[in-house]
T-cell receptor, first 116, second 114 residues
Framework: GAGVSQTPSNKVTEKGKYVELRCDPI?????LYWYRQSLGQGPEFLIY????????DSGLPNDRFFAVRPEGSVSTLKIQRTERGDSAVYLC??????????????FGEGSRLTVL | AQSVTQLGSHVSVSEGALVLLRCNYS??????LFWYVQYPNQGLQLLLK??????LVKGINGFEAEFKKSETSFHLTKPSAHMSDAAEYFC????????????FGTGTRLTIIP
């Protein structure tokens, strides 16, 4: 498909387990973002990649959260020792690298994480 | 620090009536402002943006917004609501170039009454 693809669309896990969420950006988009959207809230910034490197990870809530983008395309958000408070929809967005955040971000449909 | 406040988590309008969704911002520098829309089972989609050019910004699907510095507002309007406008709308702000974070409001769910 031509859009941003996120898998899985739904993930249910138990407290304390490890989770990986995957994002396939639009082909050729070098900028990639992860956001988290809790129930009743707007999306909250987690991390921004330009190419392979994390240019801004100031939104990651603690060291249980980590994200990688080893080849500058697909990104994986990793959550260790999940807690019930991690339950949310995790959104991925991408944009062409030549622009900036003032341009359009293209969002995926999100991965809904539920921690029991 | 920057923030946006969306007044009204739920707004209902009749089909054909004016749509007005409110957004007020707080910013220590000239802001860049956005409205994104999320239709059911779809990802967020850019409706329109203000990036310090014209203060009246026109977007897709007949929506427009006006940047009013004196009121620190960026309200979204559409003259005549259509059933297909039912969605959740998010206002967002960023300082712009050099800062890649968008700060979103809590969203307004728009319901259209037939």
């Amino acid at each position: 498909g031509a859009g941003v693809s996120q898998t899985p669309s739904n993930k249910v896990t138990e407290k304390g387990k490890y989770v990986e969420l995957r994002c396939d950006p639009i082909s050729g988009h070098t900028a990639l973002y992860w956001y988290r959207q809790s129930l009743g809230q707007g999306p909250e910034f987690l991390i921004y990649f330009q190419g392979t490197g994390a240019a801004d990870d100031s939104g990651l809530p603690n060291d249980r959260f980590f994200a990688v983008r080893p080849e500058g395309s697909v990104s994986t958000l990793k959550i260790q020792r999940t807690e019930r408070g991690d339950s949310a929809v995790y959104l991925c967005a991408s944009r062409p690298g030549g622009g900036s955040v003032t341009g359009e971000l293209f969002f995926g449909e999100g991965s809904r994480l539920t921690v029991l | 620090a920057q923030s946006v406040t969306q007044l009204g988590s739920h707004v209902s309008v009749s089909e054909g009536a004016l749509v007005l969704l409110r957004c007020n911002y707080s910013s220590s520098v000239p802001p860049y402002l956005f409205w994104y829309v999320q239709y059911p089972n779809q990802g967020l989609q850019l409706l329109l943006k203000y990036t310090s050019a014209a203060t009246l910004v026109k977007g897709i699907n007949g929506f427009e917004a006006e940047f009013k510095k004196s009121e620190t507002s960026f309200h979204l309007t559409k003259p005549s609501a259509h059933m297909s406008d039912a969605a959740e709308y998010f206002c967002a702000v960023t300082p712009g170039v050099g800062n890649e974070k968008l700060t979103f409001g809590t969203g307004t769910r728009l319901t259209i009454i037939p």
